[in-house]
């Protein structure tokens, strides 16, 4: 028997089985996020403000693109004291009905997205909770939101999250005629928050989300005026499909819950029904090798067998997962967002075809900008999104920036501290879009490094680097002629007086050609480029849109 | 009106909010970190195995402490399979009732830690849960567990979590007459995992943990072998008392709660029954700022009077919180600690005064030890402790990294790439502990960086790092002088020569005596050290622990 140990504190400090039973209750999950909410992106209050915001629209998008309605939204942000905020956030989206509303906005853990393999920006129900969480933490005041359906009325209610509970708690509902058929959400919070214009903000949120989603309308109304994101498309991409679990992606346990749970009269019906890519002959392949009868009811396999079941599915061969449940931005409509947003001299985007991490469909876009008005001196800026959804922290411990910083951009032309950022007049865009992100937090900041991932956000940037490299060559090319050009120039006036000695012709007036030759670009000058001679300008081709010699 | 969008997409896609609702449902906690395991440690099969041996001995060690009886643990690792081991940890703790034996191992968010405010490991009511979780997900496997609390029984039960529903499913009880009267904890997972000794390993976390934990006895089964950490004190720690919230802590939100269901007659009792450090006359000043009547019943307070309370509350001088809800290391046990694990030539501990983040006491340690066997020509190595518990993952993203690496090591002799790590051999071992560390995610593995926190571990290392600064410099020294002395012993011939002209005596007895002298320490030979004589040599003292020159 090992002995009471001999204890600086008095004994009778000591705790029982039975003592520390008594303690033991259960702790909501509201209250979880509640102390912890550094998890959800609430550490400090600049970048509460920034959370909310993110939360509201990532809603409001996924809410207006299930519904088919071309996004209209507008953000205000208004000064109410020194580090006191009103937020409003406000959408045409279809509207909550009214028996869901207090649950949509006031529990956590609650929602329609969690369930189902399709891409979308929200997943957890968690996000515009902790939003409403924080404003009751900091102010005490409850949330306004207004909603409607399109239908005839216009609700309006206040409400609290009651934490102990987890549940949400109304203390207002009024309602109104709605004669304009008026439908979405209008959410208000009061909050204690700090405003910045700086990288991580509200304004550059909103900017990188225009870019990625270009059919949205995005009014900011901020404390220093009102900034418009116009839509540049008014199509809707494509709505992503839901689809069913791949056998490749299933873990054990899963599927033993699954073979529970199951509705299917026997085990093959079961496999093709509720699998992604199983037919009839991949069933009879699977439960051939797993040594199971086809028509087995589920409830009767047992644990070892689902076991055998498990190792089969990843055995047989498979088509992959189909990716119609994966949203991309399209190479067109990147390029076209980082030309609206970057003044640059080249732009080039590449969506690569569809993969699959742990069963999970996922597609890489890349998008980069080169030259221009970008700074020349720094570390190439990264432009991180998943699910369309800009992130603007965590940037450091990210499969994105990982996957960049491990590419060899030397190749492409561009400098590169060893294992960091590329240097040079440079934008990286990446977007991952999966029906379920690996987010390393609730908070949705950075993607976690399967290796999956980063080894196709590299083939990715690879396939756009090796595009950039022909353009940042030319344009190279194109200035080392330039300044061989100007040297020519500059020789001119000898070459013509000597051309005067050769052919009696007037060396102002040779002067006059070489000079509109030289402009025009008709002068090619080859590399050593050392005597220059006019010889070597009648080799020249004319270019094709020259301004003439007349 | 807004009209509905022109899609790629059919227009049966479109859903209305009613669509949505139907969908929406409850996500339970446990499917959520089913789906999220790598929010927990468990994002790969190493990692995995490492993070539940952290959460067994974690349970272990708070379990046994908080009954007073000093720890024996034991943890096996047995390898079934390729990729298949089984895990055992066993403690010698209170054990569990019978009443919430289930509930205690299979159901999430529950717990008798989270709401208290006083030091422990376990928090949340998360981590054992977690390892079931990932058993069942990756084999399966019931979770089989015995446990006594030292009454005439022994429970034997195997357990699954029921992820949706978030409630533990036994599938099995049997009882066992207690003869011994043994009390604890017996737990056996069967998980998929990949078992490694290197850096981030279960031997290297059950070192770290017994540098911690020195009064614990910790045997490691592992495939190679046992390894046992004997403890090298058998006093337990004073145990940490639990405190209540201080006024500056406290958020709006919070206090508002805790008006609404005190059960203080009065605001005044509320505020000096329900807080730390507010007696009679602090809670008058506080309701006289607050233009609070203290004789009002808290459930008439309105939520702007509560607003007013709360900003009164942070304005009125107020004694820090008590710090006896920490347990510190204590300097003695961290030189011990690293001295039985490290063959170094130095070592240092400091125990910082307790400070407060957020209302939150904490308490900083730092343990350095340089020299010796360690490696010269590496980086230093990091131990992060939180709450005695070994961190060894997510070490970029840690306040206590950033500390280090923003100290000025230089000032102590250490070389040090700009803002990185120092080099040199030494190790910097960096204890946090307090009532609510906060972690940046539920896996625990790095601090957030709250500036407080920060500026108060490099205020340790800074402690630490001016006694370090003195051995270094003496070090260096005697190195310097070691050189020196070589290069006089070169000499000694020539010298001896010398002598032997002006005394007369035989060269070769001089070079004897000389070379002894140099030997035993006796000639320290001063800084500019040019010209090497026999009457420096006679300056020289005696030194304590001489050899004698017989």
């Known amino acids: 028997m090992v002995a009471k140990g001999v204890l600086g504190a008095p004994i009778s400090d000591n705790m029982t089985a039975e003592d520390i039973a008594l303690n033991m209750k259960e702790i909501s999950v509201a209250e979880f996020f509640e102390k912890n909410?550094?998890?959800?992106?609430?550490?400090?209050?600049?970048?509460?403000?920034?959370?909310?915001?993110?939360?509201?629209?990532?809603?409001?998008l996924d809410a207006c693109e299930e519904a088919g309605v071309l996004p209209e939204l507008k953000v205000t942000v208004k000064q109410l004291g020194i580090d006191r905020f009103r937020i409003i956030m406000e959408d045409n989206g279809p509207g909550v009905i009214e028996s869901k509303m207090a649950l949509a906005f006031g529990k956590m853990l609650f929602g329609s997205k969690f369930h189902r393999l399709k891409q979308s920006r929200g997943k957890q129900g968690l996000g515009i909770r902790g939003a409403i969480l924080y404003a009751q933490l900091t102010t005490g005041k409850p949330a306004k939101i207004r909603t409607s359906t399109g239908d005839s009325k216009i609700h309006d209610f206040e409400m609290l999250i009651d934490t102990v509970r987890n549940e949400p708690k109304m203390t207002l509902h009024t309602v109104a005629p709605n004669k304009e058929r008026w439908h979405g959400v209008v959410i208000e919070l009061e909050i204690e928050g700090v405003y910045v214009e700086r990288a991580q903000s509200?304004?550059?949120?909103?900017?990188?989300?225009?870019?990625?989603?270009?059919?949205?309308?995005?009014?900011?109304?901020?404390?220093?005026?009102?900034?418009?994101?116009?839509?540049?498309?008014?199509?809707?991409?494509?709505?992503?499909?839901?689809?069913?679990?791949?056998?490749?992606?299933?873990?054990?346990?899963?599927?033993?819950r699954m073979i529970a749970t199951t509705r299917s009269q026997n085990i093959r019906s079961f496999l093709m029904g509720e699998f992604s890519r199983v037919g009839g002959s991949s069933a009879d392949q699977i439960l051939a090798l797993a040594k199971l009868e086809s028509g087995r009811k589920p409830a009767t396999i047992a644990n070892d067998e689902a076991e055998r079941l498990h190792k089969s599915m990843q055995m047989v061969k498979l088509i992959a997962p189909p990716t119609d449940c994966i949203s991309p931005m399209t190479e067109a409509l990147i390029e076209n967002g980082l030309k609206k947003e970057l003044e640059a001299d080249y732009y080039v985007a590449i969506t690569r075809p569809p993969s699959v991490y742990r069963g999970n469909p996922f597609q890489v876009e890349v998008g980069l900008a080169y030259g221009g008005k970008l700074n020349p001196n720094a570390g190439a800026e990264l432009y991180r999104f998943a699910n369309k959804v800009p992130l603007l922290y965590h940037q450091s411990s990210c499969a994105i920036t990982k996957a960049v910083e491990e590419v060899d951009w030397k190749r492409y032309g561009l400098g590169q501290p060893s294992g960091s950022m590329p240097v040079g007049p440079l934008v990286v865009l990446i977007h991952f879009a999966s029906v379920w992100v690996p987010f390393t937090s609730e908070g949705k900041e950075a993607i976690a490094a399967y290796p999956e991932i980063i080894k196709d956000i590299k083939l990715g940037i690879q396939d756009a680097g090796r595009k950039l490299a022909g353009f940042v060559r030319s344009q190279r090319k194109s200035r080392e002629g330039r300044m061989r050009r100007q040297l020519f120039e500059r020789y001119i006036p000898v070459v013509a007086e000597s051309l005067e000695k050769l052919t009696g012709k007037d060396h102002s007036a040779i002067e006059v050609k070489l000079d509109v030759m030289s402009k025009s670009g008709k002068v090619i000058i080859e590399e050593p480029a050392a005597d220059v001679s006019a010889g070597q300008a009648k080799t020249a081709e004319p270019a094709e849109d020259e301004g003439g010699d007349e």
Chains 1, 2 share one sequence.
Not at 38 to 59: P, Q
Not at 214 to 224: D, E, K, L, S, V
């Open 37 to 60: 909410r550094h998890l959800l992106g609430y550490e400090n209050s600049s970048k509460a403000m920034l959370t909310i915001v993110k939360e509201g629209v990532d809603n409001s």
């Open 202 to 256: 509200v304004p550059e949120y909103l900017k990188r989300t225009a870019i990625a989603n270009p059919y949205a309308h995005i009014i900011f109304n901020g404390p220093n005026g009102v900034q418009k994101f116009e839509r540049t498309t008014s199509t809707l991409p494509k709505q992503p499909k839901e689809i069913k679990p791949h056998p490749y992606g299933i873990e054990l346990g899963i599927l033993i």
